[in-house]
């Protein structure tokens, strides 16, 4: 401490400069030989005056002290504490306010009148003070322990709490795990049986089809057999007449045959232009004809469904030299839908102008035109025998028409809705219309009433055609779906279901064997009658295609476009042989004629044209 002192007191002295003067290094008393001492020209520091602070900082550092002289760093300053402050502070921190209160008043009075006198109060050692913050540490630490053990109580029931989750969800998953054990085993035997049950269902399929073979073989022999029956009855009846005795024969059957072979004679008369053939339809609105029977199918004999003779095959070769050759412009608004003559060279078309109207194929002049319907036409179809036409509307009626006469001799009206095709039986006898209220009917012309009404399709049904010489016909749908139906039963007898877009059209080919079908996707595709399976599949979109047709050889096949072309296509690979595009808009439909010396098309731009 005095060390401190002497060096506080140099330290105050040192704020007046002192300067030494320079004198010239003699020899002393001491006996000691001094020297001159050279000192280089830029060495300035001893030519400058040096202070006494200067001075006894170097001074310091020869003898370690530096850290005396430097000036103190600020900060705070522990005091030590007083004896009644450190009173106060115990009585104040163990809550007792009455004896601080007590303490306070005595004091104070005491320093009033002058008992307390000391200049220097009495200090609490440094013991007491430090073991009063070792006890006010304990007290915090203390207070601390016991959060800590609240919140170790509260892990230890959030830890007792998780244990009996994990042991819950643990037991859940050893429950599923069994659950899923037994599922697993259920599929298992499930698939077994689904096996079995599928093999015992193929043996009822087989079991089935040759149950309808066997029902098929069983109708036909009782049809033959009827007919013999008939012809026996036919030639008793001779024998009795010839014999000159009369005995009763059943009058059914042969006013059935009366019946259907003056109808047919009707037909087949018609050369007089005045006089309609009415005896086809309408006399079963009297009720003076039973309803006909349908003729079962029998194989065809291969010239009957042969092309014929005079009819020129459509080779590759001709389909890229096809040219328009003739417009035909009398309606005025879109052509729909066209027929052509089997035997005679005329051919019919209607339109959504209502009307109807009969061409001669030959001059390409108009024959007659007639306002049809009270809304647009959608199809029309030639009689086997050329006698009359067929129309269906969409006034929800289809119409039979006298050539000769141009009136119409029949009106069906039970649709409910537009009907867009119809289609004459190879017979002559039967009429199938197809309609937008999803039904088939098929008519009964010389009962001249709905022999049957065909309930499958799921939506419109949009087009129709018979098989030539058979009971079957085939129908495409706005469910994209094509029915094959035996019309004797009014049952389908098949489904062909590839289509992804509504089916506008489906026509056999001559012999049969082949069915196109066409959609609105633009996709056409041809299928094998024999086991319903597409031969080949061609994608023409993305505009839709509306019609299609065979020419008589069934080599090509002709597809129209809504994109008012026509394309020529093989009938086997669908490949393109050759495109047409003198219309000027959507091409509605296409027909061959018979002996194939034209193609002919109806398209939306009011005309049809014939190609050759």
Same mark, same amino acid.
């Given at each position: 401490?005095? @060390? ?36 280089? /020209? ?28 430097? /000036? ?94 994990? /042991? ?83 009058? @059914? ?288 979109g993305p505009h839709p295609l509306n019609g299609c047709a065979f020419d008589a050889s069934g080599s090509v096949v002709a597809l129209a476009s ?51």
């Amino acid at each position: 401490r005095e @060390r401190e002192r002497e060096i506080t007191q140099t330290c105050n002295m040192a704020d007046s400069t002192h300067t030494m003067e320079k004198v010239p290094a003699a020899g002393g008393d001491d006996g000691y030989e001094y020297g001159l001492v050279d000192v280089p /020209d830029g060495d300035d520091d001893l030519n400058q005056p040096e202070t006494l602070q200067q001075a006894l900082r170097s001074k310091g550092n020869e003898r370690g002290h530096v850290a005396l002289l430097e /000036d103190p760093e600020p900060g705070p300053v522990d005091h030590p504490e007083l004896a009644e402050d450190f009173v106060r502070n115990f009585l104040f921190n163990n809550g007792l306010s009455r004896s601080l209160d007590c303490f306070e008043q005595e004091w104070y009075e005491q320093c009033q009148s002058g008992d307390i006198k000391s200049k220097h109060p009495a200090k609490i050692p440094d013991i007491y003070i430090f073991n009063q913050q070792l006890q006010d540490q304990v007290t915090d630490l203390q207070a601390d322990v016991k959060a800590e053990r609240m919140r170790a109580k509260k892990a230890a029931g959030t830890h007792s709490k998780l244990i009996k989750e994990r /042991d819950f969800h643990r037991t859940q998953h050893r429950r599923l795990a069994s659950d899923k054990n037994k599922l697993l085993a259920e599929m298992k035997r499930m698939h077994d049986h689904q096996a079995v049950l599928k093999q015992q269902v193929d043996e009822l399929q087989g079991k089935f089809a040759s149950a309808m073979r066997q029902r098929t073989l069983t109708k036909i022999s009782r049809d033959r057999a009827s007919e013999e029956a008939s012809g026996l009855r036919s030639t008793l009846t001779q024998l009795e007449k010839s014999l000159g005795t009369e005995r009763p024969v059943g009058g @059914r059957s042969s006013g059935r045959s009366s019946g259907r072979s003056s109808g047919a004679t009707t037909l087949t008369s018609g050369a007089q232009p005045a006089a309609p053939s009415k005896t086809l339809v309408g006399a079963g609105a009297l009720g003076g004809v039973s309803p006909t029977e349908m003729i079962p199918d029998q194989p065809p004999a291969p010239q009957a469904v042969a092309p014929p003779p005079t009819s020129t095959p459509m080779t590759a070769s001709r389909a890229l030299a096809l040219q328009n050759v003739k417009s035909l412009t009398t309606h005025t608004q879109a052509v729909s839908a066209l027929a052509v003559f089997l035997d005679h060279p005329m051919l019919a078309t209607v339109s959504d102008d209502k009307s109807l109207t009969l061409w001669d194929s030959e001059s390409g002049s108009p024959i007659w035109s007639v306002q049809a319907h009270r809304d647009w036409i959608g199809g029309c179809d030639d009689h086997p025998q050329g006698q009359h036409l067929s129309t269906a509307s969409g006034d929800a009626t289809a119409k039979i028409w006298d050539v000769n006469s141009a009136q119409c001799v029949a009106t069906f009206a039970e649709h409910s809705h537009a009907v867009w095709d119809c289609a004459f039986h190879h017979s002559g006898d039967f009429l199938a219309t197809a309609s937008m209220d999803n039904t088939v009917k098929v008519w009964d012309l010389h009962a001249s009433r709905c022999r049957n009404t065909l309930r499958v399709h799921k939506d419109s049904v949009n087009s129709i055609n018979f098989q030539l010489l058979s009971n079957t016909f085939v129908t495409a749908g706005a469910d994209k779906s094509l029915i094959l139906w035996d019309a004797r039963t009014g049952l389908p007898t098949s489904t062909l279901n590839s289509h992804r877009a509504s089916c506008n059209r489906a026509v056999f080919n001559r012999a049969g064997t082949t069915v196109c079908s066409v959609d609105s996707s633009g996709v056409a595709m041809l299928w094998e009658m024999r086991t319903g399976q597409p031969l080949s599949s061609v994608e023409f979109g993305p505009h839709p295609l509306n019609g299609c047709a065979f020419d008589a050889s069934g080599s090509v096949v002709a597809l129209a476009s809504n994109d008012g072309t026509i394309r020529v296509c093989d009938a086997v690979t669908l490949d393109e042989l050759s495109q047409l595009t003198e219309h000027t808009d959507a091409v509605q439909a296409v027909a061959f004629e018979a002996h194939g010396n034209f193609l002919c098309s109806a398209s939306s731009d009011c005309t049809a044209r014939l190609w050759a």
